[in-house]
């Protein structure tokens, strides 16, 4: 009997669908579902190094940490945020505009925080020593920027797409492209750290570290949507990406960094 015009067909599960699930198998991956995962999560071996096994003990912040300066303004460079322009030449890759606003849970926007980025270069590579896998590095990249939202709260950074990397979690392992954004807030007991990623990447479902954020519709928060208003003509592709830093709509922290 043929469906009718209301019902969906079936899908065929696919090659790639079972290249997919047979890497999450080997990797331990659960179903993308539920809610966010345990600082120790499985998939993602070295939380298992870095979680605490005992109950956190909660103290209260000294006054310092509530109060005092997280940084001045004359902290930040006029170039800081246009990671293409902090060496003598361009370096090589993809130049893209990526923009947003950082919101409290009420939809405010937060004026004057500083926005910090890293990320690898073109290739997938950071300039980091612990970074040695076989892929080059730019001589006119460091990966490295920072900026201050405005009185909208927006952000502006100009750099270049990463490339995916190999980090050896599991089984021919690798990060889909990304960029780690830092917001401090007013004080470093504020400070989120989290990651935002690129649409359409084929890498999502077979990365733990975007995996462990189980809910779906979390998981779509942390992806920048292509714009072509921010795109400059023959220039720069352009991204927007929002940051919420409280409430039922907050944007997902680096489980590596809760």
Known sequence: MSPSPADPPAREATEQDRIVSEIRTAAGLPPLRGGHPDRAYGPYRSTALRAPSQPLVVTPPSLPERFAPVFGVADVGKLDHDLTRQHVGDPLGERIVVTGRVRDGEGRPVRNQLVEVWQANASGRYRHEGDQHPAPLDPNFSGGG??????????????????????????NAWRPAHIHFSVFGTAFTQRVVTQMYFPGDPLFGLDPIFSSVTDEKAQQRLIARYDHDTTVEEW?????WDIVLDGPAATPEDPDEQ
């Open 236 to 240: 720069a592709l352009g991204y927007q």
């Open 146 to 171: 920072r900026c201050l939202t405005d009185d909208d709260g927006r952000y502006r950074f100009v750099t270049i797409k990463p490339g995916a990397y190999p980090w050896r979690n599991h089984t």
